[in-house]
């Protein structure tokens, strides 16, 4: 089984709809990431988490919540999607009491939104 | 201008050429350098990452750091059709930072 779960895999939704993205991880990692990616822009950070009760806006917040409900759980949530939020979204986690060395990142396999 | 750069190609080369990825970044406190693969429609995963500068080596996969420069290679040796994918360069100030990504280059090797 994979370690980060992204869910849904493919979403289709209108302009104004409120949708929800949600990520589990059994890695056991306490810092959770949420990205999107655009061809020519690479991985941009929405919202990251380093623990259950710390949440820290990204360089992209605007227009997203997020929700961490557990520490395997991190919840994205688009309030009224517009159609620049069509993109590539990916969830992340890392171990912050991993000794030595940056704290790898480990991707889910992405959910595509498509916004019309 | 981006904390880090990174042509987006794409880059398309003959098996067993010798690949050359290069990123470059704006911030001189940056201390780890990191390299992603990322497969199509796959999540990125860690390929290998280095510390300040010089070159770390993994099988056919080399990573170079020039701290004086500013600038990080990745270099593929051998390239083969498995290694067509998207790499991203990746920078941190310490090792509990948040990585910086940069826009990836789309890499096909062609058999």
């Known amino acids: 089984d994979a370690d980060v779960t992204q869910t849904p895999r493919n979403r289709i939704t209108k302009t104004g709809k409120r949708i929800m993205l949600e990520c589990s991880q059994t890695?056991?990692?306490?810092?959770m990431y949420w990205y999107r990616q655009d061809p020519g822009l690479g991985l941009r950070l929405i919202y990251y988490?380093?623990?259950?009760?710390?949440?820290n806006k990204g360089e992209i917040s605007d227009g997203y919540s997020v929700s961490r409900q557990a520490q395997a759980k991190f919840s994205l949530s688009l309030e009224s999607a517009i159609p620049n939020q069509t993109a590539l979204y990916f969830c992340?986690?890392?171990?912050?009491?991993?000794?030595?060395?940056?704290?790898?990142?480990?991707f889910g396999p992405g959910t595509r939104l498509l916004v019309l | 201008q981006k904390e880090v750069e990174q042509d987006p190609g794409p880059l398309s080369v003959p098996e067993g050429a010798i690949v050359s990825l290069n990123c470059t970044y704006s911030?001189?406190?940056?201390?780890?350098f990191m390299w992603y693969r990322q497969y199509s429609r796959k999540g990125p995963e860690l390929l290998m990452y280095?510390?300040?500068?010089g070159n770390k080596e993994d099988g056919r996969f080399t990573a170079q750091v020039d701290k004086s420069s500013k600038y990080i290679s990745l270099f593929i040796r051998d390239s083969q059709p498995s290694d067509s994918a998207t790499y991203l360069c990746?920078?941190?100030?310490?090792?509990?930072?948040?990585?910086?990504f940069g826009p990836g280059t789309s890499l096909s090797v062609i058999p």
């Open positions: 992340a986690t890392s171990d912050s009491m991993l000794a030595g060395g940056p704290k790898t990142q480990y």
């Open positions: 911030n001189s406190a940056f201390q780890y």
């Open positions: 990746g920078t941190l100030k310490t090792s509990y930072d948040k990585v910086i």
């Open positions: 280095t510390y300040s500068s």
């Open positions: 988490s380093f623990d259950v009760k710390d949440i």
């Open positions: 890695k056991g990692h306490d810092r």
